[in-house]
Every structure is written in structure tokens, then in C-alpha cells.
């Protein structure tokens, strides 16, 4: 036995927990594997109850602290929650009711702020986001100076969800919610939701070059490991991290869409 081996069961060595309202959140654990090599990352991809965007704050709360509670048993030292209404929703109750690192998500209105050059942004989101006192927040803090236009994209997550990322129906929509934002003059465009960086090729192709698309994942990522490393928390595992998928989704290609979103071949475990 090697004395020097770092020991897997040490809190450092313990995995973090991500999950989200169903895949989208996989393109904030592609920041998280990337910037944090050695992490072991469990990932619970919430489908069976998505989208979270139409359904209430106590709903949301409720299947966040079961999920919570899922990875928590699971060894989970931190937890991401990457939805950002599961963020506006339930961020704070996860905080009180659990004493570990929990980092959100929020749309990015800051960071598009100041990369408008005309001083007009777009927010493409859900409804429950839009809707929330997070959001309306961040309105108030960092929107003052800019004009921001809302679009709630209704549809668009269950697009995802099914793997439908370069369809006509998929294009259909995401051209339909484009629209009014350039109409308005947006130069600068939020990806509000986990599952539209996903789709962030089709909305290129719609608004072109001269269009700032913002998304949130890596600043996640960078939050996280600040956090960690604060909590002392980051792992002393000198090899490539595990990652594993956990889904309820009812689809009989649940596994297949994790893979191509992924990118690679995945560790997927039905609920």
C-alpha cells in the first residue's frame, strides 16, 4: 500500500453534485470538467420534470432538496445548481437548509451590459426566470444603463431535452424568439437558460457575427473552484476525474442525447 496515495475519502476527495431541470446543465459541466480536470462530477439530469419554467417556486424548491438530498448521500461535498430557475427559485432555501458550497446560476445581464456597444441587450430565458425576484434584481443592479429586452422561450427546452438541436422545428422556434430582439436592436444576446448553449450554433446562423451571444457556464465554473479552494475543499487526485450521469427521463433515448451532448461516451444511470 502506498502511504502517500491521497485517500478517496477525505472531504477534498468527495464529488461534487450538478444538476439541473433536465440535460441543459451538462453545458455547464463541460466549464466545470474542464477547468477542474481532477474533480469526480456527479451529474442528475432532473427530465422526467422538465422544464422547471412552468411550474411554481415550491414545486421547484421541493424536487431541488430531493435531489439535494440524492447527491448529498451520494458523498457530494458541493453542489451546482445549473438551472437558472432552479437558481431564482430555491438558491436560498438550498443555502439554509445545507451546510456546503452551493453555487447557482444567473443570467448573465452584467457581463452583457458591458459588452453591449449600443446599449441594448437580449435575455432569452424561461418564463419562471424571467419572472422571478432574482432576475427582476438583476434588472435593477446592473440594467439601469442599458435597454434590456425579454423573450421567454417556450418550447425551446423540450427541444433539447429530446437531442433536437438542428432541426427545422427547433430552427423555427429559436428564429421566432429571435426576432423581436434584433428587431429592438440588440447587439448582445444572454443565453439565460443552461439548455440554449446547446443551440447556440442555430441562433449564430440566425443572427449573425456581429452579435455578442453570452454565456454563463464558465464563470459557474470559476465560482466553484473559488469556492473550493476557500473550503479547502478541492481534490488532491492526481488523475482524470470520474463522471457520472443519473436521469429519470422517460425517454427511450435518454442516454443516447446525454452522450451527444456530452460529446463522448457517458456513465448514465436511470432513476
Same mark, same amino acid.
Given at each position: 500500500?502506498?502511504?502517500?496515495?491521497?485517500?478517496?475519502?477525505?472531504?477534498?476527495?468527495?464529488?461534487?453534485?450538478?444538476?439541473?431541470?433536465?440535460?441543459?446543465? #451538462?453545458?455547464?459541466?463541460? $466549464?466545470? $470538467?474542464?477547468?477542474?480536470? $481532477?474533480?469526480?462530477?456527479?451529474?442528475?439530469? %432532473?427530465?422526467?420534470?422538465?422544464?422547471?419554467?412552468?411550474?411554481?417556486?415550491?414545486?421547484?424548491?421541493?424536487?431541488?432538496?430531493?435531489?439535494?438530498?440524492?447527491? !448529498? *448521500?451520494?458523498?457530494?461535498?458541493?453542489?451546482?445548481?445549473?438551472?437558472?430557475?432552479?437558481?431564482? *427559485? @430555491?438558491?436560498?432555501?438550498?443555502?439554509?437548509?445545507?451546510?456546503?458550497? !452551493?453555487?447557482?446560476?444567473?443570467?448573465?445581464?452584467?457581463?452583457?451590459? &458591458?459588452?453591449?456597444?449600443?446599449?441594448? !441587450?437580449?435575455?432569452?430565458?424561461?418564463?419562471? /426566470?424571467?419572472?422571478?425576484?432574482?432576475?427582476?434584481?438583476?434588472?435593477?443592479?446592473?440594467?439601469?444603463?442599458?435597454?434590456?429586452? =425579454?423573450?421567454?422561450?417556450?418550447?425551446?427546452? &423540450?427541444?433539447?431535452?429530446?437531442?433536437?438541436? %438542428?432541426?427545422?422545428?427547433?430552427? /423555427?422556434?429559436?428564429?421566432?424568439?429571435?426576432?423581436?430582439?434584433? @428587431?429592438?436592436?440588440?447587439?448582445?444576446?444572454?443565453?439565460?437558460?443552461? $439548455?440554449?448553449?446547446?443551440?447556440?450554433?442555430? #441562433?449564430?446562423?440566425?443572427?449573425?457575427?456581429?452579435?455578442?451571444?453570452? %454565456? =454563463?457556464?464558465?464563470?459557474? *465554473?470559476?465560482?466553484?473552484?473559488?469556492?473550493? @479552494? &476557500?473550503?479547502?475543499?478541492?481534490?488532491?487526485?492526481?488523475?482524470?476525474?470520474?463522471?457520472?450521469?443519473?436521469?429519470?427521463?422517460?425517454?427511450?433515448?435518454? &442516454?443516447?442525447?446525454?452522450?451527444?451532448?456530452?460529446?463522448?461516451?457517458?456513465?448514465?444511470?436511470?432513476?
Amino acid at each position: 500500500m502506498n502511504v502517500n496515495a491521497p485517500d478517496e475519502s477525505q472531504a477534498n476527495n468527495r464529488p461534487i453534485g450538478v444538476f439541473d431541470s433536465g440535460v441543459g446543465g #451538462i453545458s455547464v459541466l463541460k $466549464h466545470i $470538467h474542464a477547468l477542474l480536470p $481532477h474533480e469526480q462530477l456527479l451529474y442528475v439530469a %432532473d427530465s422526467k420534470y422538465a422544464p422547471y419554467g412552468n411550474k411554481t417556486p415550491a414545486e421547484i424548491t421541493a424536487r431541488c432538496f430531493e435531489i439535494a438530498d440524492f447527491l !448529498i *448521500a451520494k458523498g457530494a461535498k458541493a453542489l451546482v445548481v445549473a438551472c437558472n430557475t432552479a437558481t431564482a *427559485a @430555491a438558491i436560498d432555501e438550498l443555502r439554509e437548509k445545507y451546510a456546503l458550497p !452551493i453555487i447557482g446560476m444567473e443570467p448573465a445581464v452584467k457581463p452583457a451590459a &458591458e459588452a453591449s456597444k449600443n446599449g441594448i !441587450i437580449g435575455v432569452l430565458a424561461t418564463v419562471g /426566470t424571467l419572472k422571478s425576484a432574482q432576475f427582476a434584481g438583476l434588472l435593477e443592479s446592473y440594467g439601469r444603463n442599458v435597454e434590456v429586452v =425579454t423573450q421567454a422561450c417556450v418550447g425551446l427546452v &423540450e427541444c433539447v431535452e429530446r437531442g433536437e438541436l %438542428d432541426t427545422v422545428n427547433t430552427k /423555427t422556434l429559436i428564429r421566432l424568439y429571435i426576432t423581436p430582439l434584433l @428587431a429592438e436592436g440588440a447587439d448582445t444576446i444572454v443565453l439565460g437558460c443552461t $439548455h440554449y448553449p446547446f443551440v447556440a450554433d442555430a #441562433i449564430r446562423e440566425i443572427v449573425g457575427e456581429n452579435i455578442s451571444l453570452i %454565456d =454563463t457556464g464558465a464563470a459557474v *465554473a470559476k465560482q466553484l473552484k473559488r469556492q473550493l @479552494a &476557500e473550503s479547502e475543499l478541492l481534490s488532491n487526485l492526481n488523475r482524470q476525474g470520474s463522471v457520472k450521469f443519473f436521469t429519470n427521463s422517460p425517454a427511450e433515448n435518454a &442516454e443516447n442525447v446525454i452522450e451527444n451532448l456530452w460529446g463522448k461516451s457517458a456513465d448514465v444511470t436511470n432513476l
